[in-house]
């Protein structure tokens, strides 16, 4: 019989559990919590089917190590030998931290403290089995709360412990972890199977909703699943709908909050000061008698109910000891509605059903640190799903679901009868070894059905499929081979256990505490490759952290938000900032989470994507990458970071004035460039750029002429001129008025700032400066913006008569001319044109092909001018004075001819082809 069991693990956070099955005679399967042996709580062996989750490190003097005691003696120890005994590991799972450990001590990670719990199990069955070897094929339940790096930690566990959980390629087994709340319907499915619950209890031949509640030590999982059986092969398929979020809400948090009573009864007891104890100790040796509290009260409650009777709130229990703490002694009395009002934040009995509709507004502790927020964020997933609320039944599991107090709260929150599980410290472990056979059985299953030669050759079938548990599956080999029509792939009941889902939704953190979403909650998974775009590398770096958060907000900081471990790109160079990169993210069947990528658009220029393994103390101000979605931003976030690199790029400019910069001081001046360049255009494509008007105008206000970060504001102003306010526009384009002062343009500070906000209005189109502008032109005070201010009344007025003036009466050897070339080429952009005399047009090319003929730095200016009159004229059908077009036909001719520079040539060619080609 021993090659033919099934092996399954509760790894618990209070108490763990391996259990085993097999296929009896009656062809039902059997599975049974095997007793495993350890050190009682005085010392002495004794066997028990629950094994405290507790592992005590006991010195050996002889060896100099640390032996693992694991069990009710360990349990025992806690609060007498701190530092040396862990209880509730199973909490820090998936996380980055040492644990309260002796420093002697080499078990440092969660996952090497519950590899000795894990082992204990597996090496205490072969004892009791007699088995010739350890189970190295077992399934393990897990929270289905468990997000991707506590599952990775369990199974890093698991095969510390000598379990099998990869493939001989190294890659993680499918079917190794089994969520919690799927084993208890493993387990009830099993018992109905074998009529052992009656099916008015819960019936699966039709399709049912159910609620699982699963309340343990340390964990509150809470689950919906539509579940049903296959009919021809007899075993569930469970399909998950909504999976609640890691909760740390359990046994010991009800523990917690009685024992900071205790300790506070016991200082006032003896009349001490919180300084004269030591806390965490005294805490932890008070959470025990919380517990025993506890326990004689649910008891109290439970034997009343049993013989017809109740508890009064009157009753009191009792502590005393005469040495509890340094030689102190402690007597307390607590009456049952004492205890009861202590646990009253835990019950939240303010939170309702209809809260689920205001789910995102529940962000204080009272509303989320208790066991109704867990059952309202599944049910709120659930109809985010696009589904109406239907529970056919509420699941109880968990030691804790004993307690009276929280069936009366799921009673009353559903205003139905829960269904409790007999033996709830029992019912994950049977059922996740009824999985295992299962979970067997469909790849049995499919392999015959995939094996033609099985179908048609029944004799040698045995030979063919190498399966240990062979006998167990005779049934359905004779029925596949009986039934080939029915049952082949086109079947309507499908070999599967059901689908899997992503647990909540999963999230990359961006710079500033912006969130991008990347899978959503209840995708079906496995899922390959989701790629992911518009990302671009932050700075100079070689190391870009990708946070990852779940939940559903689009900033990291919400209370809503959970952050797990970190993911890192290692490059191998140095790329600048902006530099695209394409992350490919995958996400298995397993729930493990997987990245890999590219930079920029080569594909085979791979990236390294890592997880951390340290936690790091700068997290805030890491390199995290950078997306270019448009989203909603944070107006005070993305104000800060335009100011503080404003600065940084203002204090270079100054200190480094002509003076050679070191490759450290490039790379701030680099990013800081960088960051104000990519907040702008955050701000640009935002959801929300019309809430910006205020603080930009507010800023600009408050600022003193010569600061960087004015200039910076005139131009992401400009830039969302056309989402502003009425008054908001009006307000911005008088702050760029206020720049067009002479007493300011005397003031070399003021260059840049000046120009700026003379872009912005050429930008904006703002035709009421049309005057004033032409007034500066006219000064030689502002003759450092002629040409700033010449190019903004070319594009504000379109057609104006002091630029065509200007044009024609400044020497064409004159750098002044330019911007004036500039204006005459909008001027043509216009229908405005038509207006001017042919004497006019006429001299303005005369001028424009003479700079060509220059062959200066402005020709390509007024090669551009020219193709834009020419386009127009041919558009209007505008005919010019026949002798000026021979000529400059002719000598376009001679340029093209003499032309070194071939792209200026081109450029020739390009824009007079036609009118050469005509004549």
Known sequence: MAENLYYGIDLGTTNSAIAYGYVDSNKKVTTQVCKINRYGREGGIEAKETLPSVVYYKYDMKKNCYNPIIGDFAKNQFGKKYGSVMKSVKNYMGELVTLPLDEKIDDKRPQDVSAKILNHLVLGIKE???????????????????????????LEAAEIAGINVKDKNGNYLENILLSEPKAVIYNIANMISNKEIPLNVLDFSEKKNVLVFDLGGGTLDVALYCVYDNKEFNFPIIDELAIGRYTQIGGDSFDKVLSKKLVDDFIEYNGCSPDDVDLDELTQLMESRAEFLKLELSDKVFNAKFAGSQVSDDEEFEISEMDIYKGMEFEDYLTKSDIEKVYEPILARHLSLNDINRIEK????EDMKNIVFPVLDVLAKY???????KIDAVVLNGGMTKFYLIKDRIKELFNIDPITVNDPDLAVAKGAAFFQYCSEKVNFLEKIQNTPSILTEGKEKKNIVELNNLKNFEKEIDFITNNQSSTSKSSSTPLTLGNVIVNETINLGL?????????????????????????????NTKEIELPIYLGNEPRTDSPHMRKINTRKIVLNKTYAPGTPITLNLTIDENKNLYFNGYVGDNQYERISVIMETTKSNNDEKASKIVSTDSKELNIGTEMETLRTSAVILEDIKKRYNGVKKTTYINSRFNDAKFKIDQTKTDIINSTNKEKFENAIIDELGKLENHRLLKGILFDLGSQIYDSMSTNGKKNFVKACENMLCLEYMLNNYNKDNIKKAIIALERIGETNKEKEIEKLLDKSAARNYHENLARALAKISKYNKKIITNFLTISVESLEINPYIYGIGETFNTDEMLYLEESTINAILERLLKILKQKRANRDMALTAMIKIFKNLEEQKYDIDERLFKRMVADIKVLIEEEFDDKFKTKLLNGFSKMIDVK
């Open 128 to 154: 009791k089995l007699t088995l010739a070897e350890t189970p190295k094929n077992v399934i393990i339940t897990i929270p289905a709360s468990f997000d991707p790096d506590q599952r990775r930690a369990t």
């Open 362 to 365: 529940l962000v204080s502790d």
């Open 383 to 389: 109809k985010r799903g696009g589904h109406d609320l």
């Open 511 to 539: 710079t500033k505490g912006h969130a991008k979403l990347l899978v959503k909650e209840g995708t079906k998974l496995p899922i390959k490759d989701i790629k992911l775009e518009n990302l671009v590398i932050p700075v």
